[in-house]
């Protein structure tokens, strides 16, 4: 079969930033697919070139057709939506133009991905399959970010269209699920597939780890706690900060390094400075392509995930969540929901507290500081990684929706 697959937000393997689209194109390509990928070059690195328009790539045997729509976490809002809508616009004009396609599979974030799809849907009648990343408009309704009375109207007005006018439906996580099933679709029609590991990517030796310790020897004098990824409004990183402060009157030998950037980076490196931790036990390093991520996690004792203490959040489906359990990392969150839940099943790393710094520093440093405790962490994350949430065995169920979609046999 040949997939349309629309994700405004690819990330390829020398980016930086969740690389699940990559993935699942490159193994759908693998079982013999055609693979046409339309995206924009918000998270291509600086070394590709793009022209004005539209560029087309070959990667691992499958099309990248990439439209020139800047974006970033730094951003305002507004500006963010008008990147939405011309992406919409620009994709929706060239999907039509796919030959031979046999599915949409569009992605969110954002919501507006639904647009495109049902167009080209429509114009090469195709079905379609949408996948939700996140909770859209819930989240940012949730987080108060989205409040105008008729943009809410809009969004959850396009949500339900978007869900209306799929075959299918894919969640990442059972919160997630529910919440589309919640909005009236037909719960046998959704499929649960998280976000999954990439052992062979993150397995690495434990040299590693300590080469990238030599080159920063700061963070080699104890336990160290890291969290890669965007620092933006609802990564909460302030809160990591607070622990760190906590951190220097516990144990300060434990340290914090924060890899990544966003549009929230000079308030938490501020309030890093106002703590009096930046430099101390709190260092914030710039984002990394994903291939040096492994270094990263593997000098680490455990990896983290951080969100604004509000259920709306619970979720998530984090990248970084997937990639510390492919590195054989336990994992620190600060909240409730499926993957709380699986932490303390599994004992796959802690959960702490979302609004007490204090008993969270508390935490860590029992959780660090427990040699048995934290290698079989290690062994459970790895087992975890290799079973449950291989992204091998997720790409097969994503390839068994889409057949199934393509052949009549999900009616």
């Known amino acids: ?57 070959q990667l691992e ?41 046999d599915v949409v599979f569009a992605t969110s974030t954002p919501l507006t991905v639904a647009l495109p799809a049902f167009i080209a849907s429509r114009y090469l009648r195709i079905p379609q399959v949408f996948e939700v990343r996140d909770l859209w408009p819930e989240v940012p309704i949730g ?29 990442l996580s059972p919160g997630m699920r529910d919440g589309v099933v919640g909005s009236g679709y037909p719960e046998e029609k959704v499929a649960v597939i998280p976000n999954g590991c990439d052992v062979e990517r993150f397995a ?39 622990i760190a402060g906590e951190m220097l009157g516990i144990d300060p030998r434990i340290s914090f390094l924060v890899v990544g950037d966003g549009r ?21 390093h710039p984002p ?10 593997s000098a680490s004792t455990l990896a983290s995930s951080f969100v604004l203490d509000n259920p709306v959040m619970w979720n998530n489906s984090a990248n970084k969540f997937f990639d510390a359990l ?20 599994r004992g796959i790393g802690v959960v702490v507290p979302a609004a007490d710094p204090r008993e969270a520093a508390n935490r860590i440093r029992e959780f660090c500081r427990a040699p048995e405790g934290l290698e079989q962490a290690r062994r459970a994350a790895r087992e975890l990684a290799a079973t449950e949430f291989s992204r091998d065995r997720l790409a097969d169920r994503l390839n068994a929706v889409l057949e199934e979609v393509v052949t009549g046999r999900h009616q």
């Open 288 to 297: 990394r392509p994903k291939a040096e991520i492994p270094a990263v996690l």
């Open 61 to 101: 045997g499958f099309r990248l057709a990439v439209l020139a729509v800047p974006y970033s976490n730094r951003q305002s809002f507004s500006r963010r939506v008008r990147a939405f809508l011309s992406f919409a616009a620009e994709s929706s004009a060239f999907s039509c133009k796919v030959r031979g396609a």
């Open 143 to 171: 987080l108060g970010v989205l409040r105008n009375p008729l943009a809410v109207w809009a969004s959850k007005a396009l949500e339900r269209w978007a869900y209306r006018n799929s075959a299918r439906v894919v969640a």
């Open 326 to 345: 492919a590195a054989g990392r336990p994992v620190l969150i600060n909240h409730e929901g499926w993957q709380a839940d699986l932490i303390r099943r």
């Open 1 to 57: 079969m040949h997939v349309l697959y629309i994700h405004q937000y690819f990330v390829p393997p020398d980016g930086s930033g969740g690389t699940r689209s990559y993935e699942m194109a490159r193994r759908l390509v693998q079982k013999g697919h055609e693979v046409t990928v339309l995206t924009s070059n918000a998270f291509f690195p600086s070394n590709y070139q793009f022209c004005s328009r539209v560029t087309e790539i």
């Open 264 to 284: 929230e980076e000079e308030t938490v490196r501020a309030r890093a400075t106002a703590r009096g931790v930046l430099g101390r036990n709190f260092w914030i």
């Open 204 to 242: 690495v030796s434990p040299e590693v780890g300590q080469r990238f310790l030599g080159e920063h020897p700061e963070l080699a004098r104890g336990p160290l706690v890291v969290y890669t990824g965007t620092l933006g409004f609802a990564n909460n990183l302030g809160y990591l900060v607070d």
